[in-house]
């Protein structure tokens, strides 16, 4: 079975400050991941995904993730945070090779930034 | 409009009624996928097509689920006899890759369903 843990429901910086959301995975499989991103009232928008190329993945709005097979991580980073990243973040993987977007996400982390 | 559309937003509804909720997806995606966002579970599969095809529709949590695809465009979910654990956020989303290489799935605002 494959699973997704997004560690901290709720991460707090400060503007400028380093963004650090950490996801973990378990799969029998090699993954497709995926860090996907909800504003309030909004659907999903996809930020970065890693598909098997390069482990380090340059995504929107300055963020990237790096994937380590040895961790089974996929933190997402961002060296300076903007109000506007306010959001709730969303961990996904899907199945390499035979993936159709059946995703399986985890359970998100609400990033909040303050002055 | 460019994006996926979903109707409607908001649904307040009484326990044991029927729903419909409408997705209209980016024009040209043959893959339409059906998600669920609620407190407890978090985001959940629903149900994939391919066109007018569901080869997964293993997340529907019961048989009071289904939905329908037609003319590979506009789906519909249906909930029958709605019960107060159906209470969440519907998500559609649609791609233009169904198969092989996951592309990127474009997803809908959602609607948010209240059974009382």
């Known amino acids: 079975a494959q699973s997704v843990t997004q560690l901290g429901s709720h991460v707090s910086v400060s503007e400028g400050a380093l963004v650090l959301l950490r996801c973990n995975y378990s799969?029998?499989?090699?993954?497709?991941l995926f860090w996907y991103v909800q504003y309030p009232n909004q659907g999903l928008q996809l930020l970065l995904k890693?598909?098997?190329?390069?482990?380090l993945v340059k995504g929107i709005n300055g963020f990237e993730a790096e994937f380590k097979k040895s961790e089974t991580s996929f933190h997402l980073t961002k060296p300076s945070a903007h109000m506007s990243d306010a959001a709730e973040y969303f961990c996904?993987?899907?199945?390499?090779?035979?993936?159709?977007?059946?995703?399986?996400f985890g359970q998100g982390t609400i990033l909040t930034v303050h002055p | 409009g460019a994006g996926v559309s979903q109707s409607p937003s908001n649904k307040v509804t009484e326990k044991g009624k029927d729903v419909e909720l409408r997705c209209d997806p980016i024009s040209g995606h043959t893959a339409l996928y059906w998600y669920r966002q609620s407190l407890g579970q978090g985001l959940e599969f629903l149900i994939y097509?391919?066109?007018?095809?569901?080869?997964?529709k293993s997340g529907l949590p019961s048989d009071r689920f289904s939905a329908e695809r037609t003319g590979g465009s506009v789906s519909t979910l249906t909930i029958q006899r709605t019960q107060q654990e159906d209470s969440a956020v519907y998500l559609c989303?649609?791609?233009?890759?169904?198969?092989?290489?996951?592309?990127?799935?474009?997803f809908g605002e959602g609607s948010r369903l209240t059974v009382l």
């Open positions: 097509f391919q066109g007018n095809s569901a080869p997964d």
């Open positions: 996904a993987l899907d199945f390499g090779g035979t993936s159709y977007g059946k995703l399986t």
């Open positions: 799969s029998s499989v090699p993954p497709y």
């Open positions: 989303a649609s791609s233009l890759e169904g198969q092989g290489i996951t592309g990127e799935l474009f």
């Open positions: 890693y598909t098997s190329a390069a482990t």
